[in-house]
Nanobody, 124 residues
């Protein structure tokens, strides 16, 4: 069983900063990518940022230049540094993991996992 534990959410003023972290643990053979999704009230879930184990990153246009995703492969950790926060960034942020699990006989299973979510509120 794989678990993703997020931390760092909270209340911050517009223009402020916040750093989210996510640690993966469990039966993980390898990690292909990790990332952050968010879902605001009344809106669909969207990908905020992702990063592969090799370090390739992808950002939503709305956060480019403000957010930075990073990872520590050895620790199976992904972080999201959020700067210049706007009220529009208010959402529940979910850590996401694209990984592989080794089964008996050497078979590899492709899976994904989701964190519980951490609330980020940007408000005056």
């Amino acid at each position: 069983q794989v678990q993703l534990v997020e931390s760092g959410g909270g209340l911050v003023q517009p223009g402020g900063s916040l750093r989210l972290s996510c640690v993966a643990s469990g039966s993980i053979f390898s990690i292909y990518a990790m990332g952050w999704y968010r879902q605001a009230p009344g809106k669909q879930r969207e990908l905020v940022a992702s990063i592969t184990s090799g370090g390739s990153t992808n950002y939503a246009d709305s956060v480019k230049g403000r957010f930075t995703i990073s990872r520590d492969n050895a620790k199976s950790t992904v972080s999201l540094q959020m700067n210049s926060l706007k009220p529009e960034d208010t959402a529940v942020y979910y850590c996401w993991l694209d990984y592989r699990r080794m089964l008996s006989g050497g078979l590899i299973q492709a899976l994904d996992a989701w964190g519980q979510g951490t609330l980020v509120t940007v408000s005056s």
